[in-house]
């Protein structure tokens, strides 16, 4: 793999580095560069020879010092690259990753899966179809990765009291997963896609609200939750022949030294900021601008210390950095 990464970095870089893409595709100089920085970091991206958030500081040291160079009369100032790293949208994404750690930190993602066990009444249909939609909604606000193995990890004490074959097993461990995916578009700070997406538009004058994103998506995760649900319930539990009898579920116990005080100021914090996304065309404040509320509350207020910090998606928001600097 090393030596097949060298070759295609080779035949990316070379070329420009003799004016052939200029002679073979009629680009302009800086095209050109351009052209071979977009070819090399993609294959390495794909490759994942290079972790992927080196790949995005890549991006930009190749840009400072050979496209701006020979970029001549005109050329940007190198602020227009650094200002990548610190978009609107990563603003957005480091936001959205913030109420994700505080979501597993007061322990409110238990809270959730206990309120989703207790309203099943001993369905196991009703259970998949309610621990898709919890999983779908947290996703909404969360990384789909970290929804999805917190989920897992959730109902782990029932998977160990089902047995191996047992159809509802299947059931819930094809739900976690793809619910988390399919939450994931309901808003735009659900997934990293949605949040490149807007930032394509919004360069080519389309703003796309956070309530307008959401009229849109959130009924077709919906839909495809419910129908994903139905789908498992043909194929594994209708054939279950127990019945889809009841039984008994233990979620994890949160933090005991966490008190209900804490858990509600931290609720309260999530739900402004919410609600700050979902009427930012009302207000007329940005949505990276309202991103910056839960990040200064949280950890201005110690409410998340600096293990928390230090344990956010860095390497997440370098890549998107990248990506930016790569358009």
């Known amino acids: 793999m090393i030596r097949a990464g060298i070759v295609f970095s080779s035949l990316a870089v070379i070329p420009a580095l003799f004016g052939w893409y200029q002679n073979w595709l009629g680009l302009t100089r800086p095209q050109e560069i351009n052209l071979a920085i977009a070819l090399l970091v993609s294959f390495l991206w794909v490759t994942e020879l290079f972790p992927l958030y080196v790949t995005g500081f890549l991006v930009l040291f190749l840009e400072l010092v050979w496209l701006l160079p020979a970029w001549g009369p005109g050329a940007p100032k190198t602020i227009t690259f650094l200002s990548c790293y610190f978009s609107e949208t990563i603003l957005l994404f480091l936001g959205g990753f913030v109420i994700s750690s505080a979501i597993t930190s007061y322990g409110l993602d238990s809270s959730i899966a ?17 621990l898709g939609f919890a999983t779908a909604f947290l996703s909404c606000f969360m990384n789909n990765t970290a929804t999805a193995a917190m989920m897992l990890g959730l109902v782990s004490s029932m998977m160990k009291s089902l047995e191996e074959n047992n159809p509802l ?30 930032g394509y538009l919004q360069e080519r004058g389309l703003e796309i609200g956070f309530l307008n994103w959401m009229g849109f998506a959130f009924p077709v995760f919906i839909l495809s939750v419910f129908a994903l649900a139905i789908l498992l319930y043909i194929v594994y539990l209708k054939k279950d022949k127990s019945g889809n009898s009841v039984f008994s579920i233990q979620v994890m116990d949160t933090d005991l030294s966490l008190s209900k005080r804490d858990r509600s100021i931290a609720l309260g914090i999530i739900s402004i900021t919410i609600f700050g996304w979902i009427t930012s065309d009302w207000h007329g404040i940005s949505n990276g601008t309202v991103a910056l509320f839960p990040v200064i509350v949280f950890f201005g207020f110690r409410l998340l210390d600096l293990k928390e910090f230090r344990n956010l998606s860095w390497d997440v928001l370098i890549l998107m950095g990248g990506w930016n600097c790569s358009r």
């Open 114 to 130: 206990r309120f989703v066990i207790q309203k099943t009444k001993g369905s196991a249909f009703l259970l998949v179809l309610s």
């Open 169 to 198: 097993r299947k059931s819930l461990l094809f739900m976690v997963p793809f619910s988390a995916n399919l939450g994931g578009i309901g808003t735009p700070v659900g997934t990293l896609p949605n949040v490149i997406g807007i």
